[in-house]
């Protein structure tokens, strides 16, 4: 992982999932994780594709890929372990390209039109990277999503 | 935040150690407590006390076993969590319950040190078909509720199908005499 800035208050963790990046409150992460095993077992949960095995915990593993693309993004090798909003003590894992940055920033609020899991944006340069909210993305529904990223991407 | 190698290492242990039967569908390994399985047979053995129902009231059922006293219905697992299709060389007849489980082959018996909760992110099915999850030989193996093989409401339709066979048959019998 690479330090673009110091840590504060206002850090962030950009990820790259599939062509798009994304921005993660730094505070949420508790560690890049390795690519270890992904274990897998019959389900139903759509956004949850398995589970890894961190700090003697059972973590499970949202698939973020196919969530935000509809797709599973390929090259997504390492886990991005989150601690969940609102004090959980459960951790849940994000597959991610070994590519992360820290980043900090002030965000501005979404647009209106912007779906529930943008919580803000940051301007990183001349980009301006989505800050996810992990919470509401794992409980929208994938087709919504996957909508609202090509809506982007044609317009 | 860091970014660790990886090594070997277990879940934490938390609860009691359980003795399991670890068996197979397809190619997922299931543990089920070794307390709730009454017996195990092989398919071949059960030809004259298994009876094919008619009505397709419960795809993943489609034979009855009277075993003892009791009317089971045979559950195909794969067909339960939607697995590939295999040919079933095993059923499992649960202790004190109406339910017998088609499986493809025992792997063995062990004991696991603990289960762990599934966690909150499951919260489909899952959470009805699993007693939670244990970690065997570097493996996370879903430990199975062996009353999620059926639920109540399935269990009434069956009732219900295996009624209007039986009083089919009557009638059948009544016309025919």
């Known amino acids: 992982m690479i330090a673009a800035g110091n840590s504060s208050r206002n850090s962030f963790v950009l990820l790259r999932i599939g062509a798009h990046r994304f921005a993660l409150p730094a505070a949420l992460i508790a560690e890049l994780a390795p690519p270890v095993k992904l274990h897998t077992f019959p389900h139903t949960s759509h956004s949850v594709s398995g589970v890894i095995i961190r700090r003697r915990r059972i973590v499970p593993v949202y698939d973020a890929g196919s969530l935000l693309l509809a797709k599973n993004a390929s090259g997504q090798q390492f886990y991005l372990v989150v601690r969940r909003a609102g004090g959980a003590s459960e951790l849940s894992a994000i597959p991610v390209s070994g590519e992360c940055e820290m980043a900090t920033g002030e965000t501005q609020p979404p647009e209106d039109d912007r779906p529930a899991y943008v919580a803000g944006t940051l301007a990183i340069g001349e980009d301006t990277v989505d800050v996810l909210d992990l919470e509401a993305l794992i409980t929208s529904a994938p087709a919504t999503i996957a909508e609202s990223i090509r809506g982007e991407a044609r317009s | ?177």
């Open chain 2, 1 to 177: 935040m860091s970014a660790a190698g990886e090594h070997n290492e277990k879940p934490a242990r938390r609860g009691k150690p359980e003795a399991v039967i670890l068996f197979w569908v397809a190619n997922q390994m299931f543990a089920i407590a070794a307390e709730s399985v009454q017996e195990i047979r092989s398919t071949d053995s059960l030809a004259g006390s298994a009876n094919e129902i008619e009505q397709q009231a419960v795809p993943k059922v489609r034979h009855t076993l009277e075993w003892g006293r009791r009317l089971c219905y045979v559950v195909n697992a794969g067909v339960h969590f939607d697995l590939p299709v295999t040919r079933p060389t095993l059923v499992l007849i649960v202790r004190r319950m109406r339910i017998a489980v088609l499986v493809d082959r025992i792997d063995r018996m062990a004991e696991i040190p603990a289960m762990y909760p599934l966690p909150r992110a499951f919260g489909g099915e899952e959470r009805r078909w699993y007693r939670g999850l244990a970690y065997i030989d570097d493996t996370v193996i879903p430990v199975v509720e062996p009353s999620g093989f059926l639920s109540a409401e399935e269990l009434t339709v069956l009732d219900h199908a295996m009624k209007l066979v039986a009083s089919q048959r009557e009638m059948e019998g009544a016309v025919q005499a």
